[in-house]
């Protein structure tokens, strides 16, 4: 792990310190992603299913999970596995319901009536990856606040095995949080189906979920294709930042940040502390700790390129990251909850030292889909308003368009938008002939 | 304008008849503002001179704009203009507060704290078009939620005429709200210079505003590069559609019809009536009332591929409405808030025959920045959410942590992620040791 003593370096240094491995601009899998979507948009299921031969090596029949093999899938998953998927669900959906926003109305000048209103997005897709580790927390995260927005028709895409099965835990969740229509289909193909359709996948309305390279340059396309479809958030490898003082405790330290690690070799983990005595200490717990982990080898990678920062005081350490803007926020500090007035740019953060980051993966009950890859200084995390349009409603008495029309034609006037003020004046006479 | 029978045609013919104008992948566009692009990026300032000089035909000696400039404007604008716009702020900021996300904090489980908490976008960039018409009222859309959002920092570009200044109303409205840092920049050079920076004009979090083909082109490229930033949404031409029944004053309808027809060539304008003498009766109101409106050349074209349906029932109207997902919706019918509940797609809606979209475009308090080119399926009209970053904390005691710990165990074991459940289990063992 490299350590870095922040108070040495010039600014440029330290841009340098903070800058992410440039996601190469990768101009062979930008094309080749263009060529597949095409493909699939011309092609349907008949290029799905070459895909699905070529990449996943099976030969399907039919893409679409079916009932049988549901309840092949359920009848898999240990007892305590089902019961720790309810629980989770269970606080995610507490904490999404109220958080979720909420439908207003006021009157904006009397007889003006404006409100807010929300409708779910008709059909919403779901990528889920398999390969390495199946994720079924991100069916979870994606399921519970769809279900809450409303959300009545789910597209679920992961890739299947040899045998053309999909991982039974998946299909547990997807099942169990009411994603009944889920399709064996991985890669950039599965994003190129939900966001064209397909004669087996229908057409989404958005599209959510991580995935490799290929799956986020592919959603990348679509989100700029004007008649593509949008898309959760930009991409990139996921990431923590975890301050500490003194006061932390290594081994956990060294845990959170080999949480980070293990996720892939370009997993981003950084370490800022004031105390010179806690980064030596987590150093060694990390090389303790990973010589007992089954992903090692993905871990030693990911911290080849990880950083321990030393700083001299936690106003320094919370202005690096607010100028990294990570993912993940890790506060292993005393008092942390005094320095989140300070925090700006996050996507999830975490105070003190009984709060770890895989926690909040899990099951504390907020969402796991973040922003990465410094996309926190603009972007927010899923939510149920990710599942949601907000709609504008304007309602007017006549004593409220005698209120506020004059003001809108006199502005209609200045932007030289006849037709605007006239619709206003035309209502207003008439308004004058009836009650002059 | 093209009257059509709804229940005559088959479904083919339906997707047809609401069909929008493809905008055209214009090839050679997307190259030219790609290299425009480029160009800004490499030499900054002196592009930004060369293009002004080009396209806007004056010489720049600064590209801000000055105090003095700004005196001037404001010593331009006449009284009754500014007291419309101080009233139409009012209302929009009302509106805005009302709807504004907010912290919330709740308990998940016993001693499990999860938050959502609001920062706003430390510095946003606002493009702000002139040219056929000036927009002050684009200023007042966006400069009052960024301000209730907290953005400190808000850079405004907006093109200059061939003396070098910008529109008074615009630089006057701008002040008011609180924007100081305003440049002369027009096109897709400054949609590139709020982007990623020039000497003059520093990198924004999040660009706004409406623009020609050029500044849209602009935007959706710097959105779809990962270095780039993030845009309030896709932008296409205006549009209304109006749904009225025999109640409905032709007069009315005609003018609303017009009041979008005239935004530009481009502007989509679809009536949707069960009364074909509504119908007739509009068509002459319209083309009577075009004899009279200055920009009646614009307002032409745009009616030329404008569409007169006739259904038989409201429901049909509705789904109309909701395949289209327009920008404006108006219901110029009997008790409009009855169909209000069958709205599913649209960027405002405007009820009954007192509320014409002028009214909302201007001073209601709600946005008139809204999806166009039927992008209010998934997105969402800009609101201070469109300003704000939605932030996560999770603070757990230790007897939360001994609640939810075993859960993430279970998850993370199934995910075969071991990390993640190290830095649980070993926590979880501290507390044990502690108090066992």
């Given at each position: 792990m490299n350590?870095?003593?922040?108070?040495?370096?010039?600014?440029?240094?330290?841009?340098?310190?903070?800058?992410?491995?440039?996601?190469?601009?990768?101009?062979?899998?930008?094309?080749?992603?263009?060529?597949?979507?095409?493909?699939?948009?011309?092609?349907?299921?008949?290029?799905?299913?070459?895909?699905?031969?070529?990449?996943?090596?099976?030969?399907?029949?039919?893409?679409?999970?079916?009932?049988?093999?549901?309840?092949?899938?359920?009848?898999?998953?240990?007892?305590?596995?089902?019961?720790?998927?309810?629980?989770?669900?269970?606080?995610?959906?507490?904490?999404?319901?109220?958080?979720a926003p909420q439908d207003i109305a006021l009157e904006t000048a009397p007889g003006v009536l404006c409100e807010r209103i929300l409708r779910p997005l008709s059909r919403?897709?779901?990528?889920?990856?398999?390969?390495?580790?199946?994720?079924?927390?991100?069916?979870l995260m994606l399921a519970?606040?769809?279900?809450?927005?409303?959300?009545?028709?789910?597209?679920?895409?992961?890739?299947?095995?040899?045998?053309?099965?999909?991982?039974?835990?998946?299909?547990?969740?997807?099942?169990?949080?009411?994603?009944?229509?889920?399709?064996?289909?991985g890669g950039a193909q599965a994003i190129a189906a939900m966001a064209y359709g397909t004669e087996s996948v229908p057409r989404c309305d958005k599209l959510f979920g991580p995935g490799n390279a290929w799956v986020t340059e592919a959603k990348r396309q679509v989100a700029a294709d004007p008649s593509g479809v949008p898309i959760d958030m930009p991409a990139g490898p996921s990431e923590v930042l975890v301050i500490a003082d003194a006061s932390a405790d290594p081994e956990f330290v060294a845990a959170d940040l080999l949480s980070q690690a293990e996720h892939g070799s370009d997993s981003q983990v950084i370490l800022v502390s004031?105390?010179?005595?806690?980064?030596?200490?987590?150093?060694?717990?990390?090389?303790a700790q990973?010589?007992?982990?089954?992903?090692?080898?993905?871990?030693?990678?990911a911290l080849a390129h990880s950083r321990l920062i030393q700083v001299d005081d936690l106003e320094s350490a919370l202005q690096i990251a607010n100028q990294y803007a990570p993912e993940h926020l890790i506060l292993n500090v005393e008092d942390a909850r005094r320095w989140l007035p300070q925090v700006r740019n996050a996507g999830s953060v975490f105070l003190g030292p009984w709060s770890p980051e895989a926690i909040g993966d899990y099951c504390s009950g907020t969402n796991h889909v973040l922003p990465t890859f410094g996309h926190a200084r603009a972007w927010s995390g899923v939510s149920v308003a990710s599942f949601v349009k907000l709609i504008t409603v304007q309602e007017l008495e006549p004593r409220g368009l005698r209120h506020v029309g004059p003001c809108a034609e006199t502005l209609a006037r200045t932007e030289?938008?006849?037709?605007?003020?006239?619709?206003?004046?035309?209502?207003?006479?008439?308004?004058?002939?009836?009650?002059?």
């Amino acid at each position: 792990m490299n350590r870095i003593s922040w108070n040495t370096l010039d600014a440029a240094a330290r841009t340098q310190a903070l800058a992410r491995p440039r996601q190469s601009q990768n101009e062979e899998l930008t094309a080749a992603v263009a060529r597949l979507l095409a493909q699939v948009r011309a092609d349907g299921d008949a290029t799905l299913r070459a895909l699905t031969r070529r990449y996943d090596g099976c030969e399907l029949a039919t893409l679409a999970v079916s009932d049988a093999e549901f309840d092949a899938a359920e009848a898999q998953v240990p007892v305590d596995l089902k019961q720790a998927i309810d629980e989770a669900a269970g606080r995610i959906s507490t904490f999404h319901r109220k958080t979720a926003p909420q439908d207003i109305a006021l009157e904006t000048a009397p007889g003006v009536l404006c409100e807010r209103i929300l409708r779910p997005l008709s059909r919403v897709g779901f990528y889920v990856p398999a390969g390495t580790a199946p994720l079924p927390s991100t069916v979870l995260m994606l399921a519970v606040p769809a279900g809450i927005a409303g959300c009545d028709d789910i597209i679920l895409c992961t890739p299947p095995d040899r045998d053309g099965r999909c991982d039974p835990v998946v299909l547990y969740a997807a099942r169990r949080l009411g994603v009944r229509r889920v399709f064996k289909l991985g890669g950039a193909q599965a994003i190129a189906a939900m966001a064209y359709g397909t004669e087996s996948v229908p057409r989404c309305d958005k599209l959510f979920g991580p995935g490799n390279a290929w799956v986020t340059e592919a959603k990348r396309q679509v989100a700029a294709d004007p008649s593509g479809v949008p898309i959760d958030m930009p991409a990139g490898p996921s990431e923590v930042l975890v301050i500490a003082d003194a006061s932390a405790d290594p081994e956990f330290v060294a845990a959170d940040l080999l949480s980070q690690a293990e996720h892939g070799s370009d997993s981003q983990v950084i370490l800022v502390s004031t105390s010179e005595r806690l980064i030596e200490a987590v150093a060694l717990a990390v090389d303790a700790q990973l010589a007992t982990l089954p992903r090692a080898n993905l871990a030693r990678d990911a911290l080849a390129h990880s950083r321990l920062i030393q700083v001299d005081d936690l106003e320094s350490a919370l202005q690096i990251a607010n100028q990294y803007a990570p993912e993940h926020l890790i506060l292993n500090v005393e008092d942390a909850r005094r320095w989140l007035p300070q925090v700006r740019n996050a996507g999830s953060v975490f105070l003190g030292p009984w709060s770890p980051e895989a926690i909040g993966d899990y099951c504390s009950g907020t969402n796991h889909v973040l922003p990465t890859f410094g996309h926190a200084r603009a972007w927010s995390g899923v939510s149920v308003a990710s599942f949601v349009k907000l709609i504008t409603v304007q309602e007017l008495e006549p004593r409220g368009l005698r209120h506020v029309g004059p003001c809108a034609e006199t502005l209609a006037r200045t932007e030289r938008l006849h037709a605007h003020e006239r619709a206003v004046t035309l209502r207003l006479q008439r308004l004058a002939e009836v009650a002059p």
